[in-house]
């Protein structure tokens, strides 16, 4: 099976689509923060241990980790890397 290599304007595409799902999946973890905060102070704490629990249950599915993308990067800039690494350069040519 021949997979092709991405591009660096694939990997910034991914790049940044990676980070706007993480900016986006952090302002909802801030809301429900802010909503845990409201709870204990006027709420009597009636909804914080439903709250925890979902955070919980979101850390749990790696909801808010962008661990997966760097390893995806790191594997694909190791690819790269060794690409370039065989491919002989002008200056390294022996003239025949």
Do not use: Y
Request: net charge negative; charged share 25%; proline share 3%.
């Amino acid at each position: 099976m021949t997979t092709s290599i991405p591009t660096l304007k694939d990997v910034a595409d991914e790049a940044e689509f990676k980070l706007i799902c993480a900016k986006e999946n952090l302002s909802w973890l801030a809301a429900i923060a802010r909503a845990m905060a409201r709870d204990v102070e006027v709420g009597g704490c009636r909804d914080t241990g439903a709250l925890v629990g979902l955070v919980n249950f979101l850390d749990d599915t790696g909801f808010g980790s962008i661990d997966e993308a760097i390893d995806q990067f790191k594997e694909i800039a190791a690819t790269q890397n060794a690409k370039s690494q065989n491919v002989p350069h002008a200056s390294m040519e022996v003239p025949t």
